[in-house]
């Protein structure tokens, strides 16, 4: 699709034929994309452009992730809490455990801000198992979690305006992205408002902003990007050839490929026969500039 004149296209698709991909992150440092496979475990980094795919087995499910002064380490939202990790080593150093008996709920998607906070949300997994409060909005000041927000049933769509003055965030199931004002000093949130409601099979999931303050939400079930305007109307829209689109971000050595995660997991073999692409990640040129992604402060 087309909008205000700009062209969006395909670039390349990679066969990661992930079960559940999510959270990418680019690293300008290295020229890759790190994301992870939640339900396989695993951390993959894609180097760009040669398109070489790397895996790396985890210690747990891996939610989301982001990066740190040190390049050789990732900072991390494991499925039982925050932690520091090194690929090449298999190192992991835990700084606060958010889960740390299970209890139906896992650590889910996640973003630095403009500030160097990492701030990650939590999803219930087992609804027999979930505590009263359900999930939970926590953000990371250095090594100290603090939960923000709860009821929540799947957090997702963590990202942040550009100038670091408001927080995107959705409850999947709800449908409803929100937007909540941010003090960029403290890292206080003030009260949401609705950003943009969506319908029908389309959940709002992953998420990123360009530089134009632009919010690109990756829609699970419909098999969409659907990029909006800072005022909550569409700008583009993107279809792909797989249902569960799962987590958007923006990389490349100009900042203007879209990176896009994609998920077999739930898929019977009938479906996967008509979306043999599903789990893959696919990558378009926007014609759009994002933004570099921010280092974790602590």
């Known amino acids: 699709m087309t909008a205000e004149a700009t062209t969006i296209e395909l670039v390349t698709s990679i066969p990661a034929q992930c079960v559940l991909g999510e959270g990418p992150v680019w690293d300008h440092r ?15 980094r894609l180097d760009w452009p040669s398109g070489t795919l790397t895996r790396f087995d985890l210690p747990e499910r891996l939610g989301s992730l982001g990066l740190t002064a040190d390049p050789a380490q990732l900072v991390c939202a494991f499925a039982s809490g925050f932690a520091l990790y090194a690929p090449a080593t298999g190192a992991c ?27 990650a949300g939590s999803m219930v997994e087992d609804r027999k198992l979930a505590p009263p409060e359900k999930a939970s909005l926590y ?10 927000r709860s009821g929540i049933a799947i957090s997702n769509a963590i990202a942040f305006a550009p100038d670091g003055t408001a927080l995107y965030f959705t409850d999947t199931l709800t449908q409803v992205i929100e937007r909540y004002p941010l003090d960029p000093a403290s890292g206080a949130l003030g009260q949401p408002a609705v950003f943009a409601r969506l319908t029908g099979e389309a959940y709002p999931d992953g998420a990123d902003v360009d530089a134009a303050g632009r919010l690109w939400n990756a829609e699970w079930g419909s098999g ?25 971000t923006f990389g490349g050595a100009d900042c203007g490929l879209l990176f896009v995660t994609t998920a077999r997991t739930g898929l019977s ?9 599903a789990g893959d990640l696919f990558i378009y040129r926007t014609g759009i500039a994002g933004l570099p992604a921010p280092v974790w402060r602590g």
């Open 30 to 44: 290295a020229s890759c994309l790190w994301f992870t496979d939640i339900e396989a475990a695993q951390l993959l």
């Open 269 to 277: 073999d009938e479906a996967l026969a008509q979306e043999p692409q």
């Open 139 to 148: 953000r990371l000041d250095g090594t100290a979690a603090t939960a923000l």
């Open 224 to 248: 969409r990007v659907t990029a909006y305007n800072p005022d909550g109307s569409r700008f583009a829209q993107i279809d792909l050839p797989v249902s569960q689109v799962s987590c958007v």
């Open 93 to 119: 150093e835990w700084l606060q455990k958010t889960e740390p008996h299970y209890r139906g709920v896992r650590m889910n998607d996640g973003r630095i801000d403009r500030q160097g906070r990492f701030w």
